[in-house]
């Protein structure tokens, strides 16, 4: 039987896509996985309240501040933490499950998470900042979005100072000019990280495979 890149066993890699609120983040990541079957996004839990329209167990799973830490306490989490004065956190089970089995999990998480991500699990991890255009671009999605208050909305202003501080943590930068540009573009990293050697943990096999018959 001949066999192809595709059918040498892998081990599935934590894409981290990390921006200030409002930089297309949220719209990428959809775009991704409705085109990527290979992929599948980390559903974090949070305390925070849903926003209009979010779905319990699709968008977050909403927990009370004291099931979070419950959680939390009995080790729950791959990572969490408070960002805007509330909590979140990845469930480490699922995120694991994937992983062993080969396929890829997509992370919408702030520069917190990803710094955690990175000091327990650097060599399964890729990371992802997305930067707005400009300060106006950015002010404009964060106001049209409408879900949040104009006191939330000023907040997360300030926010992105402070998430964008961090960019020079990540492997890879996105200016989002472009959804539609930005989101092959991670496709692209997405494509080339699954080809990283260490990765490909079926190569050792299948290149012992090739020898033996030269
Ligand atoms: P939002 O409330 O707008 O959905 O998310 C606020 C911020 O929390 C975003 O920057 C998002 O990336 C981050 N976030 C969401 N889930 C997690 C998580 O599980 N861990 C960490 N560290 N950050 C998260």
Avoid at 62 to 73: I, K, P, T, W
Wanted: hydrophobic share 40%; charged share 30%.
């Amino acid at each position: 039987m001949s066999e192809s890149q595709d059918t040498i066993e892998q081990r599935g890699l934590m894409l981290v896509l990390s921006s200030p609120s409002g930089a297309g983040k949220t719209t990428i990541s959809r775009q991704l996985l409705e085109r990527d079957k290979g992929i599948e996004m980390s559903i974090s839990a949070t305390s925070r309240k849903p926003r209009p329209g979010e779905v319990d167990g699709e968008d977050y799973i909403f927990v009370s501040s004291e099931s979070f830490a419950e959680m939390r306490d009995r080790d729950a989490f791959l990572e969490w933490a408070l960002v805007f004065d509330n909590f979140y956190g990845t469930p480490k089970k699922p995120v694991e499950q994937a992983l062993a089995s080969g396929r890829d999990v997509l992370f919408d998480i702030d520069w917190q998470g990803a710094e955690k991500l990175s000091a327990t699990s650097r060599q399964d991890l890729v990371t992802i900042f997305l930067l707005p255009p400009s300060v106006e671009a950015l002010a404009e999605r964060l106001k049209s979005r409408a879900q949040d208050t104009a006191e939330v909305v000023a907040r997360r202003m300030a926010g992105a100072a402070n998430e964008i501080q961090h960019w020079d943590d990540y492997d890879y930068v996105i200016v989002n000019n472009d959804i539609e540009q930005s989101v092959e573009d991670v496709r692209a990293i997405l494509s080339a990280e699954r080809l990283k050697r260490t990765r490909r943990t079926g190569l050792e096999e299948f290149v012992r495979k090739l020898q033996r018959n030269l």
